[in-house]
């Protein structure tokens, strides 16, 4: 990783420092490339212009792709007041196999009648009650590490990282453990989606007619069976005669359409769970294993934080309050979802012709939002590729252009965990770089890959010791 000096800082205590990120190029370049490749990483798509214009076409393709960098822009087209820009079909057909007509890909009525309905069961989510499955994931999690720490044997950081969120997030929604092979399973499971699903066959993306149904492979299907299979499994204890639970999943249970009715049926409810587990887990598992492999190469950064939690807390255990009051942790935080965002593209499709930006944009086009693109962007920000926690410093922030930064989206339809994620990202850096060390078994071979979510294209193997 490349060092480089941070403007304007007298005398730093630590550097900036560049990490992994695809070197743009030309757009025909850059497509050539990614044909001859054939390994699905939509990052490498991204022509170097894209990183300079406030909407351009990305590229060719036969139906035509727009990006969209202009906040403005983007505001109105995820917040889609004429409701002809809904969720893409090339990522609704992607995720139907797994999450049905849920509502992270309905749209319109569908989508305000799903989230009236699962409202209630939302604010369950609300940090401080969630707050002791925090801790009790990472309780485990700690525990796990002692006894990495002890073999001294390499592991895989994003299965850690997966097994942790899915841990918490399963404790939030169904007041349960996951236990550790059904984890594997899922982690495993979802891998070989994101890597195969359809959507991300480039080829088609290309080449396809707008709304051409991409028929999904056979081990995609049965890694969106295994998956659905396992919430199902969870959701039956709630469904089971003189079942109570106080948790999000007996309020989506629970959850009624305006005639009194169930709101869903069961493979619905397998739906509407799957996504908050997907979304609470995998997201967060994304992020913070980019977090921690950002660390593991920074003594100096990783001192700066230890020095904020024993200040904070005392040297006592990190508490909910505690996690209000450690600035530079969250900022970590926020950096790092700036330069990798767990969600990388949000697409749209044009139901019909229109225009943006005084662009015209014909029917069938993908419009597309990058929050890679947005938060990497030359006229948004200062050395856009480093990574600088301390421009989330509030008299840095104040300079930030309004809007270019939306790792959890933005408009109605925003990351209803955001505040979640924040708490949950703070609390786990906080404890497990105070008591452990982590070093990365080949850091030079780390790139990222935009499938579905933001990962390392390669798992990450690390070790781990006693701070």
């Known amino acids: 990783m490349d060092m480089i000096e941070a403007p304007g800082r007298a005398d730093p205590p630590w550097m900036p420092f560049t990490p992994p990120h695809p070197a743009p190029r030309p757009a025909v370049i850059a497509l050539v490339r990614q044909l001859l490749q054939g390994e699905g990483n939509l990052l490498g798509l991204l022509p170097a212009r894209a990183y300079d214009v406030p909407i351009g076409t990305l590229g060719w393709?036969?139906?035509?792709?727009?990006?969209?960098?202009?906040?403005?822009?983007?505001?109105?087209?995820?917040?889609?007041?004429d409701g002809i820009l809904p969720k893409s079909d090339l990522m609704v057909n992607a995720l139907e196999p797994l999450i049905g007509d849920s509502i992270f890909v309905s749209s319109g009525e569908r989508w305000r009648a799903q989230r009236r309905a699962i409202d209630p069961a939302l604010t369950l989510m609300r940090v401080n009650r969630a707050f002791p499955a925090m801790e009790a994931g990472c309780d485990a999690a700690e525990e796990e590490l002692h006894r990495r720490a002890e073999s001294g044997e390499a592991f895989s950081l994003d299965l850690l990282m997966s097994h942790l969120t899915a841990d918490i997030i399963c404790r939030t929604v169904f007041s349960t453990t996951l236990a550790t092979r059904t984890a594997h399973d899922v982690f495993d499971a979802f891998?070989?989606?994101?890597?195969?699903?359809?959507?991300?066959?480039?080829?088609?993306?290309?080449?396809?007619?707008?709304?051409?149904?991409?028929?999904?492979?056979?081990?995609?299907?049965?890694?969106?069976?295994?998956?659905?299979?396992?919430?199902?499994?969870?959701?039956?204890?709630?469904?089971?005669?003189?079942?109570?639970?106080?948790?999000?999943?007996?309020?989506?249970?629970?959850?009624?359409?305006?005639?009194?009715?169930?709101?869903?049926?069961?493979e619905e409810l397998v739906d509407q769970l799957g996504v908050l587990f997907l979304a609470g887990h995998e997201t967060s598992a994304s992020a913070l294993t980019w977090v921690f492999l950002l660390l593991a190469g920074q003594p100096a950064l990783v001192a700066r934080l230890r020095a904020e939690v024993e200040a904070v807390?005392?040297?006592?255990?990190?508490t909910f309050e505690h996690t209000k009051r450690m600035p530079f942790a969250r900022n970590i935080f926020r950096e790092t979802l700036r330069l990798y965002p767990p969600i990388t593209f949000l697409p749209r499709v044009a139901m019909e012709e229109t225009v943006l930006g005084g662009r015209r944009i014909r029917r069938g086009a993908l419009v597309m939002v990058a929050p890679w693109v947005m938060h990497r962007h030359r006229r948004y920000w200062r050395d856009p590729h480093a990574f600088d926690p301390d421009r989330f410093a509030p008299e840095r922030e104040a300079a930030m252009v309004p809007g270019a930064y939306i790792p959890f989206g933005t408009g109605p339809r925003i990351c209803a965990g955001a505040a979640f994620a924040t708490v949950e990202a703070v609390l786990l850096i906080a404890r497990l770089f105070r008591r452990f060390d982590f070093a990365l078994d080949a850091p030079a071979r780390i790139r990222p890959a935009a499938r579905l979510t933001t990962r390392p294209a390669e798992q990450v193997m690390c070790r781990v010791r006693r701070a």
């Open 61 to 81: 393709s036969r139906r035509s792709t727009v990006i969209v960098n202009d906040p403005v822009l983007v505001r109105h087209v995820l917040s889609d007041p």
């Open 191 to 266: 891998t070989a989606f994101e890597r195969s699903v359809a959507q991300v066959e480039i080829r088609r993306l290309i080449l396809d007619r707008a709304w051409t149904r991409i028929p999904q492979r056979a081990h995609v299907l049965e890694a969106c069976r295994l998956i659905r299979g396992h919430l199902g499994e969870l959701l039956d204890t709630h469904l089971a005669a003189g079942a109570r639970f106080d948790d999000i999943a007996a309020q989506v249970v629970a959850a009624r359409d305006e005639a009194g009715r169930p709101a869903f049926t069961r």
């Open 313 to 318: 807390t005392g040297g006592g255990p990190v």
